[in-house]
């Protein structure tokens, strides 16, 4: 129950089979554990030790996958770094995880530059690109030309794996600790859950640095399946891999679905290969999913909703919930039931499960849920109570078991006795068809703790009321939701990186010396 | 981690969904676990505390079901019974683990006779028969009545689940220690392996007190799937439930496959729901798995290997190698490849792992490998060396991970430095046409340490030397396998109960007095 298990048993049932095929590198099972155990060694040559850190800053290739199984197989912690990021954020990461060597690619050589003298621990960097290597960075295949292979450093359940960082872009970073065993039995869950079987052939189409492609990284070895990589995602550069790697099964989020369904080019492509998508990471649109299984009709899409924290599956719907008609339309809107080994509940905030139907937050327990935050025991212990992981997405539960995600749980407004979602009354809001933008908040009120606000945009040329408003809620929903009062902003919402109404911002300036956390 | 998560998990997604359905008693996921609930309240109300052990002596029915499910519910630990033991080795059984409370059945009313006053343990006898309640047992359906539902112990991962008995033809019975942590990575092991999916309809067939049918009592649990149920094994009983039931999946073992496709009346059932056959256990002979696809072509086969020590599936053959002609012609044969969660070795008796094509034994390492064996640290040190499960197979591996096993490590004679697997000497000595039955064992030899031998039977009529059989086995395989000697025997060999030649008692008279264990 190591990850570098599942490699060596697709040496032992499929060594000559494909492995990676990158750029046309096309290697076997044995080939790859061959180089993976010389990465290892490697790392062992430059004073790696067991459960140290090495991170990673790049874009998709068969090395970010090689990566992956050296530092594991050194028994080091592999710390993949977010792409987008900007350097000192790339900065805090490095020097939060105690990272000795880092791998880079030419994509992220300027970042390099603009940390130059601020990096606290990074001893050796190891350049993974494709040209010349620069000056001061060790060539990754030359490395591994001169370096042994070693044993596999076979490491423990509870040991350490990797550290997967959140957040960023409201509040710090936190490294999410990811041990063996969760990642493990993140496989376990995904195999069932998203029919991973022998002859697949992914295609990591989404950043590798994420855990939610990661469950290919691990899953797709888990059963010898092939490797495909494009650098990073473009509608043509997805089609085309497809086509050309006959790829069964990649994930794409919601954005990227879109993209792909709707590019002008994707007729021209032979996409019948293609036979399970999953997506998940945000909402998808009602459109786009019907559009996509106009597309890839003899695809089967799958709904997957995790976190970081878990390595990440949590629940999923399946190809056979993904219908228009019949009994179970529209159940693709949910984000599914819980997957085989993942305990689930919804629950209010003293951890209670509630009744079906009722909204609370996403719980979870089990094996897949992380050790904790690294260095952070105060977060940790806010996150996981009583073995449960809080997600902090707020949802209900259909008597299916299926969950239905509402809201994050701090954009939940506590008024009096009763929680209020904000997505609900902004839901109500949009309805009015004088709005075109609105972010409903909570804001400090003296009797009821917090009082129900909305910050409204209205379109061009029309014109409404807050009182107007708040009646139109009345017809729609519970007199305890409705705002309390209104604001009218001219300006568009200020939106995070993802493209979220960042809510800390608008709720900042009511709170003011108060003591509710904007975060 | 444990148990009882599936099937809270069966209740939150298919609370009203079929669960069990025997003898027209049908229930639903939500019955079952309000069931099991009362049964562990029962188990509590007996003065049953957590550890403690609860055995079963039962045909297969859906009370026994809820045995499983109760007594991990409870806390405690099952022990479930073999229907075939003589009342002594079930007196052993039953005192060994220390059982305090026993479930019991009609047809095992008379062993119960048998064994008055000679059970130390057994406090509490209850009655899960369908007739009137024996006096002194207590009435199943009256202590469920009258009990009520207790709170799931939720026990951890290293908490015992299980005391599964084997061995009782020869030496002493051992009870396998299997934990919470054990089966639940056999339900990971199945899930992809056996493709069990949401909807499918199981047919216990084979007995559930052994652990091959065990791994469906969790596994199908794990997806909500139906449990169905015939007492004990008859062709014509299998076959009607697979008819009614529109039963998709079962395990038998190759006795019984033979039995169902050679039965006279087979084509009058509608056998088309079956999509998944799994069978294992014992040699299936060739004749029988190209009848059984002949009669069932839509039907999926695995033959999968395991011991009740991996709790207990260690590698499969799927489907997609039951094929007579083309590229994987054969592969049924061997006993496949390790399962995704398994680790797997044929190694030499130091433990070395052996080039492909070497004889060697089966070692496996993983979750999946018992806890030990109940009490005998000696017997545990012995099996489980550096954390890898020793099977006392022999066998080989092919260079695609597909293991052929060829003989008992026990009956392997070392000869020289030279290991001989009585096995290929038997199939030698067969290819003669006087052969009628034949066992090869080691005797002493002072040069050799051991000397190949042959115990012969001819066909009435026929003649041969022990010269002219040994010259025949010298043109089929190397001299050092070759018998040194021959003694003839007009009696047939002496059978186990399962029909296996006892060679313990071949060996026994050359061996006298000498350091050769025959066991």
């Known amino acids: 129950m190591y990850l570098t298990q599942a490699l060596k048993r697709s040496v032992q049932i499929n060594a000559a089979g494909p492995a990676t095929s990158y750029r046309g590198r096309e290697r076997s099972w044995a080939q790859v554990q061959q180089r993976v155990a010389c990465l290892a060694g490697a790392l062992h040559g430059l004073g790696h030790e067991s459960g140290e850190r090495a991170a990673i800053l790049a874009l998709n290739c068969d090395r970010y996958f090689e990566f992956y199984y050296g530092v594991a197989w050194a028994g080091s912690v592999f710390v993949p770094i977010n792409t987008r990021l900007a350097p000192p954020e790339v900065e805090f990461w490095l020097n939060d995880s105690g990272s ?8 992220f050589l300027p970042t390099l530059d603009a940390l130059r003298g601020r990096l606290d621990n990074v001893e050796h960097i190891v350049y993974v690109g494709d040209g010349e290597t620069p000056d001061g960075l060790l060539d990754y295949e030359a490395l591994l030309a001169r370096s042994e292979p070693v044993a596999d450093a076979e490491r423990g359940y509870e040991d350490l794996a990797g550290l997967f960082y959140t957040g960023g872009t409201t509040g710090r970073s936190k490294g999410v600790m990811l041990s063996h065993r969760n990642l493990v039995m993140n496989i376990f869950n995904v195999l069932p859950t998203l029919q991973f079987q022998a ?3 992914w295609l990591h189409a989404a950043p590798m640095f994420h855990i939610a492609d990661g469950l290919a990284t691990f899953g797709v070895t888990a059963v010898a399946g092939l490797h495909t990589f494009i ?23 919601p954005t990227m679905v879109n993209m792909v369904v709707n590019s002008p080019n994707v007729a021209d492509y032979d996409l019948s290969s293609l ?3 999953t997506y998940g990471a945000s909402p998808m649109p009602q459109s786009v999913i019907e559009r996509a299984m106009e597309v890839l009709p003899d695809c089967g899409f799958t709904h997957a909703y995790g976190q970081t924290e878990c390595a990440p599956l949590v629940t999923a719907t399946g190809a056979e919930f993904h ?25 209010n905030a003293s951890g209670r499960e509630l009744p079906r139907g009722e909204i609370g937050e996403i719980c979870s327990r089990g094996p897949h849920v992380m050790q904790g935050y690294w260095q952070r025991p105060d977060l940790t212990a806010e996150a996981i109570k009583d073995g449960w992981m809080h997600s902090g997405d707020a949802a209900y539960m259909d008597e299916d078991g299926f969950v239905y995600i509402v809201d994050r749980v701090k954009d939940m407004i506590i008024s009096g006795e009763e929680n209020v979602y904000s997505v609900e009354v902004e839901n109500a809001l949009y309805q009015h068809d004088a709005v075109v933008e609105c972010a409903v908040i909570g804001t400090p009120d003296d009797t009821w703790g917090e009082s129900v606000h909305a910050v409204v945009r209205l379109h061009d040329g029309k014109n409404t009321s ?23 902003r001219d300006k568009p919402m200020p939106l995070s990186g993802a493209g979220k109404i960042l809510k800390p911002e608008l709720r900042e300036p009511f709170w003011e010396g108060q003591d509710k956390s904007v975060n």
Chains 1, 2 share one sequence.
């Open 100 to 107: 000795r060597v880092l791998f880079i690619d030419d994509q």
């Open 466 to 488: 807050a009182d107007e408003l708040i009646s139109h809620c009345r017809q729609l929903i519970a007199g305890f939701k409705c705002p309390r009062s209104i604001s009218f």
């Open 323 to 347: 219908m228009l008609k019949g009994p179970h339309a529209g159940r693709f809107k949910s984000a599914g039931r819980a997957v085989p080994g993942v305990e689930l509940k919804i629950a």
């Open 199 to 201: 002859g697949m052939r």
């Open 231 to 253: 650098p990073s995602f473009s509608p043509d550069a997805a089609l085309s891999a497809i086509q050309e790697h006959r790829v069964t099964h990649t994930l794409l989020v």
């Open 275 to 277: 036979t399970g998508l």
